[in-house]
């Protein structure tokens, strides 16, 4: 069984459209975290995601929103898609936020979003 | 604020070599810190991961080390294969942020 499981796997769109990438993971885990890989492969956190508690980058624009419906699940919905929105996006989770060896970040596959 | 440096980038060795990567931060202040491998297309697998009181974790061919002080991390692979050819990443914890570095992209030579 995959562990942490992201739909779909590929997406292209269009500029100024609304979009949602969706992660569920099966480890019981209750952490979870959006990350976004960059052409040159930079790795960036985007949010992280803990018992309700939603822990915002900063620097992340508000047209990125995540939503949880329950633990397992963590979904990122992008309004207005941007060019700048093309990248790999990664979800993650672990079994806690606690900074333990809890801390161990089992990754999805990624979703490759592509902006037209 | 944090930032995470790799070197090499890239780094090409022969089947059986042993081999070092580096990983240097800038903020001493971290929770842990995890070496990450990335196959091309796929997603990150988690190799080790080092609480900031600890000073090294070995995984089979696998060892990293842990200078918080000096804001470096070392990952050693012995006798190296073309089955570890990856992106190798690390990554420190600071409160409830990750950092990661840029990664070295290791190829093994058969």
């Known amino acids: 069984d995959t562990a942490v499981s992201q739909t779909p796997k590929y997406l292209v769109t269009q500029m100024g459209n609304d979009k949602s990438i969706k992660c569920e993971q099966n480890l019981g885990h209750d952490t979870m975290y959006w990350y976004k890989q960059d052409s040159k492969k930079f790795l960036k956190i985007m949010f992280s995601?803990?018992?309700?508690?939603?822990?915002i980058n900063e620097t992340v624009p508000n047209r990125f929103s995540p939503k949880s419906p329950d633990k397992a699940h963590l979904n990122l919905h992008i309004n207005s898609l941007e060019l700048g929105d093309s990248a790999v996006y990664f979800c993650a989770s672990s079994q806690d936020a606690a900074g333990g060896s809890t801390d161990t970040q089992y990754f999805g596959p990624g979703t490759r979003l592509t902006v037209l | 604020k944090q930032e995470v440096t790799q070197i090499p980038a890239a780094l090409s060795v022969p089947e059986g070599e042993n081999l070092v990567l580096n990983c240097s931060f800038t903020d001493s202040a971290i929770y842990n810190l995890q070496w990450f491998r990335q196959d091309p297309g796929k997603g990150l697998t988690s190799l080790l991961l080092i609480q900031s009181s600890q000073r090294e974790q070995t995984s089979g061919r696998l060892n990293a080390s842990l200078d918080k002080s000096s804001g470096r991390s070392t990952l050693y692979i012995a006798a190296s294969q073309p089955g570890d050819s990856a992106t190798y990443l690390c990554?420190?914890?600071?409160?409830?942020?990750?950092?990661f570095g840029t990664g070295t992209s290791l190829t093994v030579i058969p």
């Open positions: 995601y803990n018992n309700k508690e939603l822990i």
């Open positions: 990554a420190v914890k600071v409160v409830a942020q990750f950092y």
